[in-house]
């Protein structure tokens, strides 16, 4: 089985940007759609947007358009998160998601936190 | 967007009692792509059901999912103690994706 291996915690000072990485081991993600996912201290999870890597189309939610970009590189399906004008409501866990042809996320990373101040 | 709307918010049961868990959704979901996810304190979230009534590999069949269109339940028929935690629901058959606020089962 695939997993997800994900970069390490990060601190960000406001209005900075951060770039997350999600390595696939034991396998490839090329039938894979990637998907990240945050989770802010003691709340619910929230769906930010993904990617098919084998096509490089992306797909975010409204929320973070404009400040969010999901990419992938193809000859490693090695997937990405750049968040951008970072915030302190930012701070949270960042989480990458495999859904096996785009179906329900089977497949996640260990989490990535993300503190963003001053 | 698809708003999930879980209840109850809390849970408190003993081991060994049946639980069930409700997710209904603003809209129709497409295809019953609803699926049910284990969480536990410092853990990734688990995928426990897929396609609204699914197993995922290795989910013990204590785990059952059934609905379809707006209501959705998931069922964990005698609780284990390791099944203490909070369960979501995700729609992913529309974007944007969504997630319920999740409901959490603790120990009575």
């Known amino acids: 089985q695939v997993q997800l291996v994900q970069s390490g915690a990060e601190v960000k000072k406001p209005g900075s940007s951060v770039k997350v990485s999600c390595k696939p081991s034991?396998?490839?993600?090329?039938?894979?759609?990637i998907s990240w996912v945050r989770q802010a201290p003691g709340q619910g999870l929230e769906w930010m947007g993904a990617i098919i890597p084998i096509f490089g189309t992306e797909n975010y939610a409204q929320k973070f358009q404009g400040r969010v970009t999901i990419t992938a590189d193809e000859s490693t399906t090695t997937g990405y998160m750049e968040l951008s004008s970072l915030r302190s409501d930012d701070t949270a866990v960042y989480y990458c998601?495999?859904?096996w042809g785009g179906g329900a996320f089977d497949i996640w990373g260990q989490g990535t936190m993300v503190t963003v101040s001053a | 967007e698809i708003v999930l709307t879980q209840s109850p918010g809390t849970l408190s049961l003993s081991p060994g009692e049946r639980a069930t868990l409700s997710c209904r959704a603003s809209?129709?979901?497409?295809?019953?792509?609803l699926a049910w996810f284990q969480q536990k304190p410092g853990q990734a979230p688990r995928l426990l059901i897929y396609g609204a009534s699914s197993r995922a590999t290795g989910i013990p069949d204590r785990f059952s999912g059934s609905g379809s269109g707006t209501d959705f339940t998931l069922t964990i028929s005698r609780l284990e103690p390791e099944d203490f935690a909070v369960y979501y629901c995700q729609q992913y058959g529309r974007s944007p994706q969504t997630f319920g606020q999740g409901t959490k089962v603790e120990i009575k």
């Open positions: 034991g396998g490839t993600l090329s039938s894979y759609a």
């Open positions: 809209q129709s979901v497409t295809s019953s792509y």
């Open positions: 998601a495999g859904g």
